[in-house]
């Protein structure tokens, strides 16, 4: 069986983790599958890297479509290549694409390959993400076109689920289930020893996605802040790169502060997970980052430009460690305090409790989707 993965690159290093989260699962349970990634997922080397194919795209009618079709099967994939006709299952790890919030060419580009998909008979599913709103009436329509020829949808928090579920009304195809790179093991904390610092991850979406310019103004003071008060608490601070986009964001930070900071820019994102795994604090505004941090026990202080921001720290149970757009300094300290603080033991508790349900309902959906393809 060959599987193509859309949605994922390693420019974007959650969207790469979940990468490694589906293809460890397709492998575990079938050693023989292969899987396969868009050209924009990264270089040569990084697809080498991940044991993926390259998933060619269709070709028009002409010499160049003719002479990949006479190529045999097993010479193409000896490159490292395959074509849309020998993939059996197209799997969509986007993360949040589909919503008021970004490009409708992104949508309506999407549709239109979920429809041709269905016509070739190629089950599609797209795994747990974020979706909506969807009140721009073309936005609705796409995303409506996308739901009909889907085979499953996975929402990963209850409003998106309830937005998704107003555009498509009532079926079965739409489910819930929560971001699944959880599983994801890397090297355990006491492995590499634990270190007491405050990881600290800037995302320049708050800057770029915020509801007011007064909003987007306050974001690197309110980083500054949050720096200054693990300082206090005796903890080193130090920054880390989680997107390619967001270096910009990391030196605007170190102005803020008027000093140098170690910056960690790591290119593997299971080591980025243990790297977050092993602090004492993560302060961050990258889902993903977020993620690694809650499912390894780490408490975690957000900053959000999304409901799904909301939606992961209610799953957590630390709803409280969410500052608010447009935060200030004695916010910033409030929220430190309590994770740095006598709360600090409570909170962890709580996060490692909810973690083993959000892990117990991410199995039961691979249980689900491995049953719709016959795995």
Wanted: contains cysteine.
């Amino acid at each position: 069986m060959t599987i193509a993965v859309v949605g994922t690159s390693t420019w974007n290093k959650g969207a790469e983790l979940m990468q490694v989260a589906i293809a460890e699962h397709l492998r575990d349970k079938d050693p023989s599958i292969h899987v396969a990634v868009q050209p924009h997922f990264g270089t040569f080397e990084d697809r080498a890297r991940h044991g993926a194919f390259l998933l060619v795209p269709p070709f028009r009618p002409g010499r160049t479509r003719l002479g990949m079709s006479l190529l045999p099967g097993s010479f193409r994939r000896s490159f490292g290549v395959v074509t849309e006709d020998e993939v059996d299952v197209v799997i969509d790890a986007s993360g949040f694409a589909f919503g008021d919030q970004h490009p409708l060419k992104r949508s309506l580009d999407f549709a239109r390959e979920v429809e041709r998909w269905q016509k070739l008979g190629k089950p599609v599913i797209l795994l747990p993400q974020a979706f909506g709103p969807f009140d721009q009436p073309e936005m609705r329509a796409a995303f409506a076109r996308i739901m009909r020829a889907a085979t499953l949808i996975y929402a990963r928090d209850p409003v998106s689920y309830e937005y998704a579920r107003e555009v498509a009304g009532e079926t079965k195809k739409l489910r819930m289930a929560p971001d699944f790179t959880n599983l994801v093991k890397p090297l355990a904390p006491e492995e590499l020893g634990s270190i007491n610092r405050a990881c600290i991850v800037p995302n320049q979406r708050m800057i770029e996605k915020a509801p007011t310019r007064k909003a987007a103004d306050a974001y690197v003071p309110l980083f500054g802040a949050l720096i200054r008060a693990v300082s206090s608490h005796g903890v080193e601070p130090v920054l880390m790169i989680h997107g390619d986009h967001d270096a910009p964001v990391v030196e605007m930070v170190q102005e803020q502060l008027g000093c140098t900071l170690p910056v960690i820019r790591e290119r593997d994102p299971v080591r980025i997970k243990a790297d977050l795994g092993r602090s004492r604090v993560v302060i961050a505004s990258r889902f993903h980052a977020l993620v690694s941090a809650l499912t390894q026990g780490v408490p975690a202080i957000a900053t959000s430009w999304s409901h799904k921001y909301e939606m992961l720290f209610e799953d957590y149970g630390c709803p409280n460690l969410l500052l608010p757009s447009g935060a200030g300094p004695e916010q910033a300290s409030v929220a430190v305090d309590r994770v740095l603080g006598p709360e600090r033991s409570q909170i962890c508790a709580t996060i490692k409790e909810r973690g083993r349900s959000v892990s117990n309902r991410v199995n039961e959906m691979w249980r689900e989707i491995d049953a719709a393809l016959g795995l």
